[in-house]
C-alpha cells in the first residue's frame, strides 16, 4: 500500500494519524477538559464557590479563640498565687515576670543586680492597674555564690510565708573543648546550672509539702537531651538537672506537687522597638524559625501551669529529629557528630549553633 504525504505534516500510516495529528488531538482534548472545568465552576452555586474561604476564616477564628480562652484560663490559675522567677533579668524572665504580673500573682523578682531589679519592678508596677496587681518583691540570688542559698530561701519565704511556683530559669554557658575548659569553669557552671536550682528547690520542697500543693517548672535547654561538642561541661550541667527534676518529679507527687521540665532551643530575640503582634492570620503566616522568642516560652510556661504537663519540648522537626536518632539510631547520630567535629567547616557549624543556644 502506497503511504501518502498527510496533511499533518507526517505519514498517514495503516495503524493511524501521523504524530503532528496525534499532539493536536491531545491538545484539542486539553482545551476541551479546560473548558468543561469552566464551565462546571460557572454552573456551580456561587455560594458554594464562597464555602471554602469562609471555612478558613471560621477555622483561623475558631483556632485563634482557643487559644485566647486558654490564656484566659492559665491566667486565672495564677491569680494570687505566689510566684518566684530566678534570673527574672533574661529576656526569658521579663516576660515570665510580665505575664504573671499583669494576671495578678504576687511576684517575686530573683536577679543578681539590685538596681536592675529595682528598675524592672517600677516597669511592672508603672505599666499594670494596681487594684488588679501586687507589688513585686526582690531577691538579690546569685547561683555562684552557693554559701548564700540558705539566706536567699530564708528571705524568700519571708516575703509571703509560701511559694505555690518556682519557675527556675536560671543558666550559665561556656562554650570550649574539653581540653581548654578549667575545673574551675566546670564547678561554676555546675553551680549555676545544677547546684543551685535543686539547692532553691530543696528549699521550698518542706513548705510545700506540708501544704500538699505547688508546682515547680524547670527551664532547661534542648542539651539536657541531646550533648553537642564543644559543649561538654555545658550540656553535663543540664543532663544533670534534667535527671534531677525527673526523679523529684516521681518523688513528690503523693505530695500533690507538680514538676515540669521545659526543654527549648535557643531564645531569639526580636529587634529592639520590634513588638510581636498576634492575630487570626498570624496562625498560618507564622515564618519558621530554629529558636523561640521569650513570649512564646513565657505563654508555654504560663498554660502548664493549667495543663500540668510533665515535659515539653519547644523545638521545631530538625531538633527533635536529633533527640530520637540519639535515642534509635546511636551509631549513626555519634558517626555525624564526629564527621562534624573532623571537618574544619563543620566544626565552625557547630560553634556557630553552639553560641546561639538558650540564655
Request: aromatic fraction near 8%; charge should be positive; include cysteine.
Amino acid at each position: 500500500m502506497e503511504h501518502k504525504p498527510s496533511f499533518w505534516g507526517g505519514l498517514e500510516s495503516p495503524g493511524g494519524p501521523g504524530p503532528m495529528a496525534r499532539a493536536l488531538s491531545t491538545r484539542s482534548g486539553l482545551l476541551d477538559t479546560k473548558i468543561m472545568d469552566t464551565e462546571y465552576l460557572l454552573s456551580m452555586d456561587p455560594a458554594a464557590i464562597l464555602l471554602v474561604p469562609v471555612v478558613v476564616v471560621v477555622t483561623a477564628v475558631v483556632i485563634f479563640l482557643h487559644s485566647l480562652v486558654l490564656k484566659f484560663l492559665s491566667t486565672a490559675t495564677v491569680r494570687n498565687k505566689v510566684v518566684v522567677i530566678t534570673d527574672a533579668l533574661t529576656g526569658l524572665g521579663k516576660e515570665c515576670a510580665k505575664l504573671f504580673h499583669e494576671g495578678g500573682a504576687r511576684v517575686i523578682l530573683c536577679g543578681k543586680t539590685w538596681e536592675k531589679l529595682e528598675g524592672f519592678a517600677d516597669n511592672l508596677t508603672s505599666a499594670a492597674d494596681p487594684k488588679l496587681t501586687f507589688p513585686p518583691k526582690l531577691v538579690l540570688v546569685d547561683f555562684g555564690d552557693m554559701n548564700s542559698m540558705p539566706d536567699v530561701i530564708a528571705e524568700t519565704m519571708e516575703c509571703y510565708g509560701c511559694v505555690d511556683v518556682l519557675i527556675l530559669n536560671s543558666s550559665l554557658k561556656v562554650k570550649a573543648p574539653v581540653q581548654s575548659t578549667s575545673l574551675k569553669m566546670d564547678k561554676l557552671v555546675m553551680d549555676n546550672n545544677y547546684f543551685g536550682p535543686i539547692t532553691v528547690a530543696k528549699g521550698f520542697l518542706p513548705s510545700m509539702m506540708s501544704r500538699r500543693t505547688g508546682h515547680v517548672i524547670l527551664v532547661n535547654s534542648i542539651q539536657g537531651k541531646l550533648a553537642m561538642p564543644f559543649r561538654a561541661t555545658y550540656a553535663a550541667s543540664k543532663h544533670a538537672v534534667q535527671a534531677f527534676f525527673d526523679c523529684l518529679r516521681a518523688e513528690v507527687q503523693e505530695y500533690g506537687i507538680s514538676v515540669s521540665t521545659v526543654n527549648h532551643t535557643f531564645i531569639i530575640s526580636p529587634p529592639p522597638g520590634e513588638k510581636t503582634k498576634k492575630s487570626i492570620w498570624s496562625i498560618f503566616s507564622k515564618q519558621k524559625v530554629m529558636g523561640i522568642t521569650p513570649a512564646e516560652a513565657a505563654n508555654e510556661i504560663l498554660k502548664i501551669l493549667n495543663s500540668k504537663k510533665r515535659e515539653v519540648v519547644m523545638a521545631h522537626s530538625l531538633p527533635k529529629m536529633a533527640i530520637y536518632a540519639r535515642s534509635l539510631f546511636p551509631n549513626v547520630f555519634f558517626a555525624v557528630m564526629a564527621a562534624g567535629v573532623n571537618n574544619a567547616a563543620g566544626v565552625n557549624n557547630i560553634a556557630a549553633l553552639a553560641d546561639s543556644e538558650e540564655l
